[in-house]
């Protein structure tokens, strides 16, 4: 039986939360450790996919002009603006849920379950064969199995726009998935910093889709947590960061607050 850690956390910068997933991550190959955490950004943050060409991709010069911190992602996929959100990340052994497929569904299933919960009309789109990574937005299109709004609504100027974002990385024994449940939408400031065009994000956030205030990370990261208890038996009570977790992951710091790193191509 799977033994999982569940941490949420308060907000915290982009090189400190992709240096907790990665040590996550190293953790799950190393000692087979599951874990479900849930957190926000402090300063908001644009984060590009980790093989993302960044420097041809996006305007540095503009984002410095704007004052937005940016980091890279552990994970693929194209840039996310993390603000009002609630970010989740998964990592665990690739046993758990089987293949990259599986495991990307299933995930987004007890995402799309714990919406529901509160009220959010939402689907999972339907599988379509993986196309390249093309400029933009991660929310101007949606993979096979990700969630969506149901009904017409959201930013973009489109119906069934995309609630949740995510990206997964997978190593020789365990894999790494985590993503964007957006209480707002908001991603047009990737449009805004995207050299040439990149897409219009065709995104929708839970305010569109739940009552008036409902929409907040409290409420929605307690919904995420009780599905996945209930779905995967992970711990009703959030755990604390173990000291080595913590230790492994201040190593990680350095290379994900590096400019050099972040825009490394």
Partial sequence: MVQW???????????????????????AERDGLAALRLYAWDPPTLSFGRNEPALRRYD?????ARG??????????RAVWHHREVTYAVAAPVATFGSLRDSYHEIHAMLAAALRELGADVRLAADRPATGVGAGACFASAA???VMA???GGGGGGGGGKVVGSAQVRGTRAFLQHGSVLLRAEQEVVAAVTVGEGGEPRATG?????????????AVSAAIHRTAAARWGAPAVPGEL??????????????YADPAWTWRR
């Fill in 5 to 27: 850690l569940v941490l949420r956390q308060e907000p915290a910068s982009g090189a400190w939360n992709m240096s907790l997933d990665a040590a996550l991550l190293e953790a």
């Fill in 60 to 64: 540095r010069a503009a984002i410095a």
């Fill in 242 to 255: 173990p000291a080595e977790l913590r230790r492994a992951a201040e190593a990680l710091v350095p290379r």
């Fill in 144 to 146: 096979g199995g990700e």
């Fill in 68 to 77: 937005l911190a940016v980091v890279r992602r552990p994970t693929g996929g």
């Fill in 150 to 152: 149901a009904r017409n």
């Fill in 206 to 218: 839970l305010a569109e889709l739940l009552p008036a205030g409902a929409a907040t990370w409290g």
